[in-house]
């Protein structure tokens, strides 16, 4: 696959400096544990173990995580180039689950359940909370890419763009570069909502794509090219008058489209009722991959059927590339295990081989 000229410029002007780079960057399969830019209280205490760390895909239809051979490091001054993992022939299976990544305990007994572990884990970062270098790696370690949501509480979306939080910026653009691992960013998810300090209530979408450029550039310039950058809407159906185009950085900017979209008792009944009209407002501006960057089904009588759609949708579209299932308790018990019909509904569907994949081989 041919990297986009914009990251492949960057990856060139890394390797063109290979002291520099060297500097920058660790082994991260055996190296020893590296706090990083670690602001958070424990972030650099050691890795907890988990009951099977390092646990694969299941083969199709066995319902047993298989073992997997751990992660290879990189040679030290190779930037880590993500644009394989853009379009992968298989889809990813992704999850956020308790305690990722500051413990990983949550995640042996949710590949047992559902029969096939994970090769995504989403996680939820404060702004200038800190970067957790050390439970990122404990992600990757566990075969999976991780899925930062960075989440501005505090300052506003205009005060990122005009600077004031750079140095802190930086420093968690340093971390991740030296790091060299892919990882799956999104700055500010659900803008187009009104539920977040940074949504449509409290900033423009101006506001919001120049805080988006500005922290985009910043990483660039500190040699952090193993992002994969998500641009996550909430899907239209609670805004359908919010337009998406204005709230778009450009394709320079943005790797993955990504969705965030419910399958509620009160909402759309079928995958494309539910995210047909933003996908096709997003086509009309925006040719990049969907990633499905937050769902789940609603407690009820639907919810084994909103399982089945969720996954027949995803079948019928081959420009989406994995899903995200938020399997917590946030307002709502979203947990797949919580109904046995509806657990055996999820585990039938996701045992096909297209779903999850060895991130080495994409």
């Not at 209280?41 to 751990?70: D, M």
């Not at 300090?197 to 506001?207: L, V, Y």
Request: hydrophobic share 40%; proline share 9%.
């Amino acid at each position: 696959m041919t990297a986009h000229p914009r990251r492949a410029a960057r990856l060139r002007r890394r390797l063109a400096l290979p002291l520099l780079t060297a500097g920058l960057l660790l082994t991260t399969a055996c190296g020893p544990e590296d706090p990083g830019f670690a602001m958070q209280e424990g972030l650099g205490r050691p890795a907890q173990a988990t009951a099977t760390p390092g646990a694969a895909a299941a083969s199709a239809g066995t319902g047993a995580p298989a073992a997997a051979a751990k992660p290879q490091a990189l040679p030290t001054g190779v930037p880590y180039d993500v644009t394989p993992l853009l379009k992968p022939k298989n889809k990813y299976l992704g999850a956020a689950l308790p305690g990722v990544p500051a413990t990983m305990d949550a995640l042996p007994a949710y590949s047992g359940t559902v029969g096939k572990q994970p090769n995504v884990l989403e996680f939820y970062a404060h702004w200038k909370g800190g970067f957790d270098t050390a439970g990122v790696r404990r992600i990757h370690e566990a075969g999976a890419l991780p899925f930062m949501a960075w989440e501005p509480h505090d300052p506003s979306l205009a005060a990122i763009a005009a600077g004031d939080t750079d140095d802190y910026v930086r420093g968690v653009a340093k971390a991740v570069a030296k790091l060299n691992l892919p990882i799956a960013i999104s700055i500010a998810h659900e803008m187009n909502g009104d539920w977040y300090p940074w949504g449509r209530q409290a900033a423009s979408p101006e506001d919001f794509v120049a805080a988006w450029r500005h922290v985009h550039d910043l990483f660039d310039q500190a040699g952090a090219t193993n992002v994969i950058w998500v641009w996550s809407p909430n899907i239209t159906v609670p805004a359908p008058n919010t337009r998406l185009a204005p709230y778009y950085p450009g394709d320079t900017y943005v790797d993955w489209a990504g969705m965030t979209g419910y399958f509620t008792n009160d909402g759309p009944k079928t995958f494309e009722a539910l995210y047909g009209p933003t996908m096709a407002e997003i086509r009309t501006f925006c040719k990049k991959p969907f990633f499905i960057s937050e769902t789940a089904a609603e407690q009820g009588r639907h919810q084994q059927a909103f399982v089945d759609q969720l996954f027949s949708g995803l079948e019928a579209h081959d420009d989406i590339v994995g899903f995200i299932w938020f399997n917590m308790i946030k307002r709502a018990d979203w947990r797949v295990e919580t109904v046995p019909d509806t657990l055996t509904a999820f585990k039938r569907r996701v045992s096909a081989p297209r779903y999850g994949f060895d991130l080495r081989n994409p």
